[in-house]
């Protein structure tokens, strides 16, 4: 049974994160190097950070960033009344709450925890995912007010504004503008398009480490909207499917955080734009896992092991604290069976290593998928 961890000296904040897929039917040329590509039926949104970003500097990541309070504000009330109220404002059902390891110290914005009509997580979560893909990407995922459609097909987003650039710039001075923006468009954060994919949790790595507890959605679009990098957190974009994802990656024309590798290989099985949203729409009523790694640092490279391998702890202890030993990555695997962990080989660090790979024999809880087995790079495995 997990039990209360004392607060430690990571600054813990919550956070939303968009995993964007949209249907593709554009040809993609073969590059003179590779192979065409698969005909896979979507592309997924992946923006690069900037070099200059505290967390992640460089990487490629979906859309997404730090819970607000005004995410949470019963503001939104006003506006999705009067065809959608609390608690769930449309939604269906809640998920059954999932017991998770580990139980963290309070990590909510101080000044909502002190309103007791604030909107719940689950809506608030998306709004915060839909509204940082506004920031960062200029995509603006609203839905005119009035009923939700009964269909659950997958939407398309909202041409974005004129003054574009300047709503943007009055968002991230003041989250609290995004509802301002919605207010003139006379529309609703889509949060109806949003399905609940998983949770992620930063590992350990070091003292003082920026740390998140990052909820994951899935939002399946018929096309790709237009993307405007902000040119402030985002640099970048590029629309890719996970086979084209995973072969940019051994290319090292772009950078993943194992998080984000993860999520990409899971997103593998799935062939088509449909089968993906249907997936979605069939496995949303049975919840979430949300997981923190262990780092476990060898001799010669990094482990990121996840709940289920049989090296994985649930013990509070490695909250603050990873793992190490003085023995090589290839003796830990082959002296392993049970697998769920992400392996960067000759290296400390996710941005410097020349293998990647990630090993998974145990079964998927609550009808979602894992990602299959895979390893690139130079690994003597």
């Known amino acids: ?228 990098p902000d040119l402030v957190e985002v640099v970048d974009c590029q629309w890719s499917s996970p086979s084209e994802a995973i072969e940019s990656l051994i290319s090292k024309e772009v950078l993943l955080a194992p998080p984000q590798f993860y999520e990409i290989r899971r997103l593998g099985n799935f062939a088509s734009l449909s089968d993906l949203h249907k997936f979605s729409l069939d496995r949303e009523s049975e919840g979430t896992e949300r997981w923190m790694p262990i780092i476990l640092f060898t001799a010669d490279g990094t482990i990121h092991l996840l709940p289920g391998d049989e090296m994985y702890s649930e013990d509070s202890n490695f909250l603050e604290n990873c793992m190490s030993t003085g023995k090589k990555t290839e003796e830990i695997m082959n002296e392993g069976k049970t697998f769920h962990r992400i392996v960067l080989y000759n290296s400390h660090n996710y941005g410097d290593y020349t293998g990647y790979s990630i090993h998974v024999t145990v079964l998927p809880k609550y009808k979602h998928v894992y990602p299959k087995s895979f390893v690139m790079g130079k690994s003597r495995l």
């Open 1 to 228: 049974m997990s039990v209360p961890v004392r607060a430690g000296p990571s600054n813990w904040r919550r956070a939303a994160t968009l995993v964007l897929a949209a249907g593709w039917t554009r040809p993609v040329p073969a590059a003179p190097s590779r192979p065409q590509p698969p005909a896979e039926g979507f592309r997924v949104l992946l923006l690069q950070r900037s070099a200059s970003q505290g967390f992640l500097p460089g990487a490629h990541v979906f859309p997404g960033g730090v819970l607000e309070a005004a995410d949470r504000s019963t503001d939104w009330l006003r506006l999705f009344a009067p065809h959608h109220w609390p608690p769930r404002f449309g939604l269906g059902p809640a998920p059954p709450q999932r017991a998770a390891f580990p139980v963290l110290p309070n990590v909510r914005p101080g000044a909502v925890d002190e309103d007791a009509a604030a909107l719940p997580d689950d809506i608030a979560f998306r709004i915060c995912a839909i509204r940082e893909a506004f920031e960062e990407a200029g995509v603006l995922l609203l839905r005119p007010r009035g009923p939700r459609p009964p269909d659950q097909a997958p939407g398309c987003a909202l041409a974005p504004p004129p003054a574009l650039a300047d709503w943007r710039a009055r968002v991230r001075r003041d989250p609290r503008h995004f509802l301002s923006l919605c207010a003139e468009l006379d529309c609703t954060p889509d949060i109806w398009a949003l399905r609940d994919w998983s949770g992620w949790i930063t590992p350990f790595s070091r003292p003082g480490g920026r740390r998140f507890e990052t909820t994951f959605f899935l939002c399946c679009l018929n096309e790709p909207p237009p993307v405007f």
